[in-house]
């Protein structure tokens, strides 16, 4: 569609993985859905790639496991720091024990036409400018057209999904609290002889042109050989505070690093579409629901401190606010319930996460413990399942129990939970 009907059931706003997930599962359960984008598709989006065992297994609910499994699969991370190199697999369990990478160029294009498969009706171009609000519900959305002009979208719902700068949530109240950990990441595509590598890999000790350690990672992704090229996501990522901002030139980092990898990972030739952005992690955002509309994915904030990754949650709070508003009835208020079933889901795993990400800002607590970590394979294997959130309800072992018992005690100390 070029032009935005008049009204809608479901309005989504925003077809990144969390608003095609929403879109996909809301029309599957019947109900009418418009899926809404500034952007034309395809469209690229500043991300790693990667896709982590949680995003795998919200994937193959969806029905496209063996879409992902024809492209490049990994079996885990290889970290590497402090003159270790560690080969850390998937831990498996309840989740898959096996992880992916696929451009976002590709990944969302496809996510989105699995939406309008489902039966939902999706328009490009169309930005989302302002809202209708009658006593605290969202009656209507105004658009703005790459032709310059405006039309109105009345709905009975409203999901915002327009990711982490969240325009539109913006205008609904919604608030980014920086006194937090957040993130600051460059991205890149290079040509690389180790596109097929099954590991993906970590590096630990980030160091910047002077040599020092800097309080982030880089990363190189494999996305395997398709059409001839042979490529890999090649990034960086820093972390900091209102109290301890990031002082980094992004994309001179990232040439930095790339040449750093040169030999070791075949890469050639210069960087292709480097891109930067801004991560509000941990939900440190309010302002996230009303009554008949709700934030998810990187609007809501939900983007992992320790890991940097937000796409697994962007399609788990697709389908969860899709249950939301289809299970429950047109009028029900979302103001309070949304944001108790975010606290429910990843208040504990936030919270203590991003304590531990807050912990890497502080100057030389990184040198101090990263030769440490790195020389134990076993609290590597920790680190990385409890990084990776790969923590389900259901786990019963020592390690979940420690990990929820963390993100318990870190809660209590809160000045200001996750999406408070």
Known sequence: MTTPPAETDIL????????????????????EV??????????DKTCGDGLTPRAV??????????????????????????????????????????????????????????????????????RAVDARVE??????????????????VRCQRLVVADGVRSPLGKVLGRSWHRETVYGVAGRSYVTSTRADDPWISSHLELRGEDDEILSGYGWIFPLGTSGGASEVNLGVGTLATAARPAQVALRPLMQHYAEQRREEFGLSGDLRAPTSALLPMGGAVSGVAGPNWALIGDAAGCVNPLNGEGIDYGLETGRLIAGLMTDRPARADLHHVWPAVLRREYGEAFSIARRLAGLVTVPG???????????????????????GNLV??????????VWRWAGRRSLTLDHR????
Do not use: C
Not at 73 to 99: E, I, K, M, S, T
Not at 135 to 152: D, I, K, L, Q
Not at 368 to 385: E, F, I, K, Q, Y
């Open 34 to 43: 418009l899926l809404a984008d500034a952007a034309v598709f395809p469209r």
């Open 57 to 126: 297994h919200e994937l193959q609910a969806l029905g496209l496991g063996d879409w992902l499994a024809a492209r490049t699969v990994n079996r885990g991370l290889r970290a590497h720091g402090f003159g270790q190199v560690l080969h850390l697999p998937w831990p498996g369990g309840r989740l898959p024990d096996w992880g992916s990478a696929v451009p976002r160029t590709e990944l969302d294009d496809h996510l989105r036409t699995t939406a309008v498969k489902a039966g939902a009706r999706a328009v490009d171009g169309a």
């Open 365 to 387: 607590l990184l040198p101090a413990l990263g030769p440490v970590g790195m020389r134990s394979n076993l609290l590597m294997t920790l680190a990385l399942r409890w990084m």
């Open 417 to 420: 939970p996750p999406f408070d």
């Open 12 to 31: 989504v706003v925003g077809a990144g993985p969390a608003g095609s997930a929403a879109a996909a599962w809301a029309a599957r359960s019947g109900a």
């Open 135 to 152: 006593g605290g519900r969202v009656v209507a959305v105004r658009f703005r057209t790459e032709g310059g002009g405006t039309s109105e």
């Open 392 to 401: 389900t309800d259901a786990d019963r072992d020592a390690a979940a129990r």
